[in-house]
């Protein structure tokens, strides 16, 4: 949708040839010829019929921005934008700018040419940005004057935490599924990877069936594959921060989003909660995690106090079967006893900032320790 606010001012150039026609106005005044009448004409034709086509392509350039914003902060924002001249005629020297930054730069266009292009803008720091309004801007044919159209969108940008490699959270509740990255050693009838044969029983499906061991006359053999095993992951992020120490709690949330990340790599189930906050999410195997890491994208660091009565109700939306894992911006030592005293049988992992020195945990706790780049144990 086009705005009816349009702007029309001229370049730097542009404020050259005015100055340009000033100088020879003034000469004309004195001169006996009619030479720099004529260049003052020119000049004057050039301005204005500069004025008038980067006012209309500016106004009549076809955008089409995608339907889904989304990217990782520090990288270009991956996406589509199809761009249209409608015109029977080449046109250039468009700029597609946004509150952000420049979108995109085309230097020329074909008639009536259409074409998808990836943008140009450098996305900031995780969060959603209203994205509502872009300019088309042009200076096409003489870059004299600048026209700037602006074009409604109802988008909003959401842009995802980065994340890093690091080692794969602890996992339980191992369960057989097609692709699992661990081995058991068990057999398995599906999978990925092919184990040999064995003599056919009843409870076998003809699908299994080897033909080719089969037909060598030892009875007919079925295939047999390695069972691939995969684990739950329970994830809770608490957001409570002591201090405004921002850099602290963003480094958490890129810890959540690497977690995320290296338990998919692994191919585990996980299960992600942010304290308080939201519901359980759940990120299957493979997956992009898009959910969890719009949850992320979006959180905001409270400096209100953990409830131990929603803290509970929080781990017990987590599958009984997985582990827990929690990402904190301070000790939780009184949210870890109540855990091990509640859940002695599951596997606890908690992920501290490095800056905490020597903490005291209950026993059987993995602590991880994590930063702006990477999560370690000490």
Same mark, same amino acid.
């Given at each position: 949708m086009r705005l009816l606010t349009r702007q029309l001012n001229p370049t730097r150039f542009g404020i050259?040839?005015?100055?340009?026609?000033?100088?020879?106005?003034?000469?004309?005044?004195?001169?006996?010829?009619?030479?720099?009448?004529?260049?003052?004409?020119?000049?004057?034709?050039?301005?204005?019929?500069?004025?008038w086509m980067a006012f209309r392509v500016a106004g009549q350039l076809k955008v089409k921005a995608p339907g889904d914003l989304r990217g990782i902060e520090g990288r270009n924002l991956?996406?589509?934008?199809?761009?249209?001249?409608?015109?029977?005629?080449?046109i250039g020297q468009i700029r597609l700018t946004s509150s952000l930054g420049k979108i995109l730069e085309i230097q020329y266009l074909g008639p009536e040419e259409k074409v998808s292009l990836s943008p140009q803008l450098r996305l900031p720091k995780r969060g959603i940005y209203p994205f509502?309004?872009?300019?088309?801007?042009?200076?096409?044919?003489?870059?004299?004057w600048l026209s700037k159209t602006p074009i409604k969108l109802d988008e909003k940008l959401i842009v995802h935490p980065s994340s890093y490699p690091c080692e794969v959270p602890p996992a339980s509740g191992f369960e057989p599924v097609v692709g699992g990255r661990l081995k058991s050693q068990n057999k398995s009838?599906?999978?990925?990877?092919?184990?040999?044969?064995?003599?056919?029983?009843s409870s076998d499906s003809i699908r299994q069936v080897h033909w080719k061991t089969s037909a060598k006359g030892q009875g007919i053999m079925v295939k047999e594959f390695e069972e691939e095993? @995969? %684990? *739950?992951?329970?994830? #809770?992020?608490? =957001?409570?921060?002591k201090n405004k120490d921002s850099e602290t709690f963003e480094n958490a949330v890129r810890c959540c989003s690497s977690l995320m990340n290296a338990t998919q790599e692994?191919?585990?189930?996980?299960?992600?909660?942010? @304290? %308080? *906050?939201?519901?359980? #999410?759940?990120? =299957?195997?493979?997956?992009?995690?898009?959910?969890w890491l719009d949850e992320l994208a979006a959180v905001q660091a409270s400096k209100v106090g953990i409830d131990m009565e929603s803290l509970l109700l929080d781990v017990n939306k987590l599958p009984s079967k997985s582990?827990?894992? #929690?990402?904190?911006?301070?000790?939780?030592?009184?949210?870890?006893?109540?855990?091990?005293?509640?859940?002695?049988?599951?596997k606890v992992a908690v992920y501290i900032p490095e800056s905490v020195d020597n903490p005291t945990l209950s026993e059987n706790v993995r602590v991880y320790f994590y930063n702006n780049k990477e999560i370690y144990r000490k």
């Open positions: 050259m040839t005015i100055a340009l026609s000033v100088v020879a106005y003034i000469a004309a005044l004195q001169a006996f010829t009619n030479l720099p009448l004529f260049g003052l004409s020119f000049l004057c034709a050039l301005q204005v019929y500069n004025m991956v996406s589509s934008w199809e761009i249209h001249n409608p015109f029977n005629y080449g509502s309004k872009i300019q088309v801007g042009s200076s096409y044919p003489f870059g004299l009838a599906s999978g990925d990877q092919f184990s040999g044969v064995r003599p056919m029983v095993l @995969a %684990g *739950r992951v329970g994830l #809770i992020f608490l =957001p409570q921060i692994a191919g585990h189930q996980l299960d992600a909660i942010i @304290a %308080g *906050r939201t519901n359980r #999410i759940q990120v =299957p195997p493979f997956s992009d995690g898009r959910d582990s827990i894992c #929690i990402v904190a911006l301070h000790t939780p030592n009184s949210e870890l006893d109540m855990i091990r005293s509640l859940f002695p049988k599951r």
